[in-house]
C-alpha cells in the first residue's frame, strides 16, 4: 500500500469511528447524554437542492443516498423535500425561496453558483432556517459545509497525470486542461490543486472552464483544442471530471485518434469505471458518496433535532468562505481509481456490481484483473 493509500485508509477510519461514536448519544461533561432534550422530533423535514443531472452522482448516489438516511435517522417519519436546479442558478434560487416559503426544518444546499446563492442563504438564515452547504461550499451566513478535500481531488489527478506520462516526462509535453463550472468554487481548487502538480513538468497548451460542467461543452472545448494543436501533438488531457472525460473521448475519436492520450477524471461514474477497464481513461477519483451524504443527513438531522455534541462530532473540520469564516466543516478523504484497484474501491462499498461493470466486452480484462 502507498503512504498516500494508507493515510487516506486511516482517515477513513478515524472519521467514521467519530461518526459512529457521535450516532451513539455520546455523553457530555456532566454526564447526561445529548440526545436528553432534542428541540424537535422525528417528524421533520429536510430540504434538498441539488446542482445539476448531467453528471450521474447527483440523482444516482447523493439524493437517494441522503433520502435514505434521513428516513432511518427519524424512524421514518422525516421526510426530504428535493429539488434539481438542472444548472440554472435562478431556478436554485426560486426551488430554496419554496423551500423558504414552505418552513422546511432545515436546508442542504449544493450551489449551481456558490456566489449568486449567498442571498438565499441570507433570507434562509433569517426564516430561522439552518443552511448546510453540501459538496460546492456556498457564500453566506452558512452553519457548516460538507465535502470533500477538493485540492488534494486536483493533486490526485495531476500526479496520476504525471504517472501516466512516466517513462517519457518532458516539459514539452503538451496537456491540454479542462476545467468545471467558474461558478463552482470546487473547479478552482480542483484546478490549483492540479496545477500545484503540473506546472515546471508539462506544457499547458490549452485551458479551459467548461460551462455548467456539461459533457458536450467539454467535447466542444476539445474540439477546438485538437484543431488549435493538432490531435497527434496532444500528450494527455487533464479533465476534471469523468463526465467531460466522456466528452473529451467522442472529440478525440472523432478526430481519428485510435490510440488515446491519458484521460483523467472524477466521480467514479460506471461509464467512467468501464473506460478505465477498457484502457481508454486512465484514472478517475473515487470520492465515497454514502460517506459525504450519510454525513451530510447526520448534520441535518442533528442540526434540527439540537444535538449540539453530536454535530460538532460531525464538523471538526474549519473552513473559510468569501464571505465567512471559521464554518464547521468536515472534509471526507478520496482515492485514486486506477484499473488496479476497482475491486478495493467501488466493488468493495457495493457502488457497483462487477456484474455492472463487467460486459461482454470487458470480460478480458475483468478476468486478468480477477474482477468476480
Ligand atoms: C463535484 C464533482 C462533480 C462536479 C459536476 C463538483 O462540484 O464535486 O463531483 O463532478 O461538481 O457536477
Same mark, same amino acid.
Given at each position: ?21 457521535? #450516532? ?19 417528524? =421533520? ?13 447527483? /440523482? ?17 417519519? @422525516? ?12 431556478? !436554485? ?23 449568486? =446563492?449567498?442571498?438565499?442563504?441570507? *433570507? ?15 457564500? @453566506? ?8 478535500? &477538493? ?11 504525471? $504517472? ?5 516526462? %518532458? ?8 476545467? @468545471? ?7 478552482? !481548487? ?20 467548461? *460551462?455548467?460542467? *456539461? ?11 485538437? &484543431?488549435? =494543436?493538432?490531435?497527434? &501533438? ?8 469523468? #463526465? ?18 491519458? =484521460?483523467? #477524471? ?7 469505471? !468501464? ?16 460517506? $459525504? ?12 433535532? @439540537? ?33 488496479? &484497484? ?12 462487477? %456484474? ?11 478476468? /486478468?484483473?480477477?474482477?468476480?
Amino acid at each position: 500500500m502507498s503512504p498516500r493509500m494508507r493515510r487516506i485508509a486511516i482517515s477513513v477510519a478515524v472519521t467514521s469511528m467519530s461518526v459512529m461514536l457521535a #450516532g451513539c448519544g455520546a455523553l457530555n461533561a456532566t454526564g447526561s447524554s445529548d440526545d436528553a432534550s432534542p428541540s424537535k422530533g422525528d417528524d =421533520i423535514t429536510v430540504g434538498l437542492l441539488l446542482p445539476e443531472k448531467a453528471n450521474t452522482r447527483y /440523482e444516482q448516489f447523493d439524493y437517494p443516498i441522503f433520502k435514505t438516511k434521513v428516513e432511518s435517522l427519524t424512524n421514518r417519519k @422525516g421526510t426530504v423535500e428535493y429539488a434539481n436546479a438542472e444548472a440554472d442558478a435562478g431556478k !436554485q434560487a426560486t426551488q430554496m425561496q419554496r423551500m423558504v416559503d414552505q418552513k422546511v426544518d432545515v436546508i442542504v444546499l449544493d450551489a449551481v453558483d456558490s456566489h449568486a =446563492i449567498a442571498d438565499s442563504v441570507k *433570507k434562509a438564515k433569517e426564516a430561522g432556517i439552518p443552511v448546510i452547504a453540501y459538496d460546492r461550499l456556498a457564500e @453566506g451566513p452558512i452553519d457548516a459545509y460538507i465535502s470533500f478535500d &477538493n485540492e488534494l481531488v486536483g493533486e490526485v489527478q495531476g500526479r496520476s497525470l504525471l $504517472e501516466s506520462l512516466r517513462e517519457d516526462l %518532458s516539459i514539452t509535453d503538451k496537456v491540454v486542461m479542462m476545467n @468545471g463550472s467558474s461558478t463552482d468554487p470546487n473547479a478552482k !481548487q480542483f484546478k490549483a490543486g492540479a496545477l500545484s502538480e503540473l506546472k515546471g513538468k508539462v506544457t499547458i497548451a490549452k485551458s479551459y472552464d467548461t *460551462k455548467d460542467w *456539461k459533457p458536450e461543452n467539454a467535447e466542444a472545448n476539445m474540439t477546438e483544442a485538437i &484543431n488549435a =494543436i493538432g490531435a497527434e &501533438n496532444i500528450e494527455a488531457v487533464y479533465s476534471a471530471n469523468d #463526465g467531460m472525460a466522456g466528452g473529451i473521448v467522442k472529440a478525440l475519436r472523432a478526430a481519428g485518434v485510435t490510440e488515446l492520450p491519458p =484521460i483523467t #477524471g472524477q466521480d467514479a461514474e460506471l461509464a467512467a469505471v !468501464q473506460r478505465i477497464l477498457a484502457g481508454e481513461q486512465y484514472m478517475s477519483v473515487y470520492k465515497s458518496y454514502p460517506e $459525504e451524504a450519510e454525513s451530510a443527513a447526520e448534520m441535518a438531522v442533528a442540526k434540527v433535532q @439540537g444535538r449540539d455534541i453530536q454535530f460538532d462530532a460531525l464538523t471538526r473540520d474549519r473552513v473559510d468562505s468569501p464571505t465567512d469564516r471559521d464554518i464547521p466543516a468536515q472534509l471526507v478523504p478520496v482515492v485514486a481509481l486506477t484499473r488496479d &484497484n476497482v475491486a478495493e474501491t467501488v466493488v468493495a462499498d457495493n457502488i457497483y456490481e462487477v %456484474s455492472d461493470i463487467c460486459t461482454p466486452a470487458l470480460k478480458s480484462a475483468c478476468a /486478468e484483473l480477477k474482477l468476480k
